[in-house]
């Protein structure tokens, strides 16, 4: 549940002491692709989302030059994950985009850029005594619509989930909640923020949502300029919060 007003700053206090815990890391290799797949199948699966087969949940689009697999640690333990499409008029590949190729589409042929998060997936062992999981793990997604500007960020999931993205994210509905959606064994809701309206109301209420440039750029850069890929991200919400409160006073 979002807090309230009340309550914000506590609860922002309080997800900026987990983050002092966490840490990102940009899934490229074999062995963290495994561990990756091992969590979303057990999740996927204890929650009856798809009707699976062997032990893993692996599939080509993992290795899209504009798809980005995330681990999120805590004290070095993977506790969940997340699949992030850069999703263009020029590079259409993407989950939801298989599901809802005509509501996308308008999105795109309008010259839109999306972010589309997926596969996300939680340690089914410690989901429950860490419910700020979502947040830390969905902060990958408001990062990526800062790093590549672009205009809505995607959100499929099941309608008793709606709620919690329209409060927290602003997020609009696209489509309504639908049964037999692909291979899908739940209802779900297509829905979508629109990120440059909501961006500074977001950060002000939730100001652990907050990244530094480099931060991004170590999370999302891929170019010969990057050399090898950083082996972990440290979140800089708490040195990007202070950075803003520092302007404000200034101006």
Do not use: C, W
């Amino acid at each position: 549940m979002v807090p309230s007003d009340v309550g914000q700053n506590s609860f922002s206090k309080k997800l900026l002491e987990v983050l002092d815990h966490v840490e990102y890391r940009r899934v490229e290799t074999h062995e963290d692709m495994e561990e990756v797949a091992r969590i979303r199948y057990r999740a996927y699966k204890l929650a009856n989302i798809l009707t699976l087969s062997g032990a893993k949940l692996i599939d080509d689009v993992d290795f899209d030059d504009h798809a980005y697999v995330f681990g999120v640690y805590y004290d070095e333990r993977l506790i969940s994950t997340v699949r992030i499409h850069h999703v263009t008029p020029d590079h259409r590949v993407s989950t939801t985009r298989e599901m809802y190729a005509t509501e996308i589409d308008k999105f795109l042929d309008a010259g839109m850029t999306l972010i589309d998060p997926v596969r996300f997936a939680a340690d089914p062992d410690i989901i429950g005594e860490m419910p700020a999981l979502p947040y830390l793990t969905l902060r990958i997604a408001s990062m990526a619509a800062d790093y590549f500007d672009a205009d809505r960020v995607l959100q499929l999931v099941s309608p008793q989930h709606a709620p919690f993205y329209r409060r927290v994210f602003y997020a609009d509905t696209v489509v309504p909640s639908q049964k037999n959606v692909g291979k899908y064994n739940i209802e779900l809701t297509l829905m979508a923020t629109r990120t440059r309206d909501v961006r500074v109301g977001l950060y002000k209420r939730f100001p652990f949502f907050v990244s530094e440039p480099y931060e991004r750029r170590m999370m999302f850069q891929r170019s010969p300029d990057m050399g090898v890929t950083p082996l972990t991200v440290l979140p800089t919400a708490r040195l990007a919060t202070i950075g803003r409160l520092a302007t404000q006073q200034a101006s």
